[in-house]
Nanobody, 124 residues
Framework: QVQLVESGGGLVQAGGSLRLSCRAS????????MGWFRQAPGKEREFVAA????????YYADSVKGRFTVSRDNARNTVYLQMNSLKPGETAVYYC?????????????????WGQGTQVTVSS
């Protein structure tokens, strides 16, 4: 089992940047594929980005390609989401999630463990 704790959210102006972190407990972080999702008020939770356990494969939602970067540091049990050129419509709670093994990284039901989320607010 793994516990996930996100940090790094906050208030930023449109066009600004934030870096989210998600630290995992336990010694087996490197055996999990990791993902980032977000959920805006009144909307479904949606896929943002994912990274394979070794970091060799990354995936992004079309809406964030070229602006967001997912990375991980297995020695620090941490996955990151660098978000640049943020837009007001990206205001949401951002969640990290861990999968013992995904087949489709963008599907939320592939993930076994979730963090509590961190709020990101983008002002116009």
């Amino acid at each position: 089992q793994v516990q996930l704790v996100e940090s790094g959210g906050g208030l930023v102006q449109a066009g600004g940047s934030l870096r989210l972190s998600c630290r995992a407990s336990g010694r087996t972080f490197s055996s999990y594929d990791m993902g980032w999702f977000r959920q805006a008020p009144g909307k479904e939770r949606e896929f943002v980005a994912a990274i394979s356990r070794g970091g060799g494969s990354v995936y992004y939602a079309d809406s964030v390609k070229g602006r967001f970067t997912v990375s991980r540091d297995n020695a620090r049990n941490t996955v990151y989401l660098q978000m640049n050129s943020l837009k007001p419509g990206e205001t949401a709670v951002y969640y990290c999630a861990a999968a013992t093994r995904w087949t489709i990284p963008g599907v939320r039901y592939e993930y076994d463990y979730w963090g509590q989320g961190t709020q990101v607010t983008v002002s116009s």
